[in-house]
């Protein structure tokens, strides 16, 4: 916070000791948001497909207050099939899910009201509070490679994170433009849009240093 860094990025990983200290991005994103004043705050990732998405609005609403609207997030259709215990989502319908959970969260986030079913199946109508400080909350969507990723990132106007691992500069260059085609097919302006890239990257004067992630943006 105090020197200059763009953000703070937490994940979300479950049951394995490697990332085991983050379970929940929202919990050690209002850990953070409490102790800077200007960092942004964001989730790399949120593994969707886990989570109701109502409760996702619920608990970054809350950090974005927290923050005085510094949260962002990046949303993760889940990698590992042991972590699908947590949540009814089926498998193999996870990416879908991640998308449909993107508009819900979309839509609440905007103070819009949503019909969910109840219980006995009567109809529910929900508005999530509290009200976030951001009348829009900046997206991610993480891709592990896919070319589909990227277009459907642009497709539905959302930002990029990506590991640089197992990338040339030749595959990145024909992956941003396909996202950036997409974006503009769909509407919005392909030169906008950032494309966020993590790297593991070893801070200090030596390899006994503390190792960090870092993640650079290229708008």
């Known amino acids: 916070d105090d020197n200059g860094f763009d953000a703070v990025w937490t994940p979300e990983r479950h049951f394995q000791p490697f990332g085991g200290l983050y379970p929940n991005p929202s919990v050690l994103g209002a850990a953070l948001a409490a ?9 790399g ?3 969707l497909p886990l989570h109701n998405p ?12 927290l923050s005085g609207g510094r949260a962002a997030v990046s949303f993760a259709s889940g990698w590992h099939p042991d972590d699908f215990v947590l949540y009814p989502t089926p498998y193999e319908d996870r990416k879908e899910e991640m998308y449909r959970g993107i508009e819900t969260i979309r839509s609440l986030w905007a103070g819009e009201t949503i019909v969910l079913e109840g219980p006995g199946g009567r109809e529910v109508e929900v508005r999530t509070l509290p009200r976030p400080v951001q009348k829009e909350l900046p997206i991610w969507v993480t891709t592990a490679g896919n ?3 990227w277009e459907r990132a642009g497709t539905v106007g959302a930002n990029v994170l990506a590991a640089l691992v197992g990338y ?5 260059t024909e992956l ?5 085609a997409a974006r503009g097919a769909a509407g ?11 790297a593991h990257t070893y801070v200090g004067t030596d390899n006994d240093e503390r190792l960090v992630v870092s993640q650079v943006s290229l708008d």
């Open 188 to 198: 919005f302006d392909p030169g906008t849009g950032r494309v966020t890239l993590v």
């Open 54 to 65: 109502v409760r996702v609005a619920e608990e970054w609403s809350v950090v974005d207050n």
């Open 176 to 180: 941003i433009g396909r996202y950036r």
């Open 45 to 47: 990732s949120v593994a």
């Open 147 to 149: 070319p589909s990723t």
């Open 168 to 172: 040339s500069a030749e595959d990145l």
């Open 35 to 43: 102790v800077t004043s200007r960092v942004g705050i964001r989730a």
